[in-house]
């Protein structure tokens, strides 16, 4: 019988995939998260890494086919290929952001340059809430 709640049945993952990968267990044993070419790696494995990737637009992929599964069936990234790039987006633009915070902390304060990188940051904190506000859009429908 599988105990949801042990950590090695945790894979790192939304709530909607969450909910999704518990009907998709494809054995009675926890112990046993994939059979052939159908299940789960867990993502801290170095393994994880050889099934899915992501594209550069953010989409899920994969390169083998427990990874097409996993992608296919036991998350189903495919139906939610729009939202993954949102946040993908989100992801790229707040790290961005943080990397010119910390860069712009290397100027004095109305420097050209501290200018500059502020109005970067600026920039991005825009796009950032354009897709956010996108991506509040795609959850209410």
């Not at 599988?2 to 998709?24: G, P, R």
């Not at 998350?75 to 633009?93: G, V």
Request: aromatic share 16%.
């Amino acid at each position: 019988m599988i105990t949801y709640c042990q950590y090695n049945n945790l894979v790192y993952s939304c709530k909607f995939c969450n909910n999704i990968k518990s009907s998709k267990w494809p054995s009675k044993d926890e112990n046993i998260p994939n059979i052939n070419d159908e299940g789960f790696i867990d993502p801290e494995k170095t393994e994880y890494d050889n099934q899915i990737y992501r594209s550069n637009k953010g989409s899920i992929r994969w390169h083998t086919n427990l990874g097409k599964w996993m992608v296919e069936e036991g998350f189903k990234f495919d139906e939610r290929d729009y939202e993954i790039k949102l946040l993908w987006e989100l992801n790229q633009l707040r790290k961005a952001i943080v990397k010119l915070v910390g860069k712009s902390k290397k100027y004095a304060v109305d420097s050209q340059k501290y200018n500059e990188i502020i109005g970067k940051a600026k920039e991005y904190s825009f796009q950032y809430t354009l897709f956010h506000l996108e991506l509040m859009e795609f959850y209410k429908a």
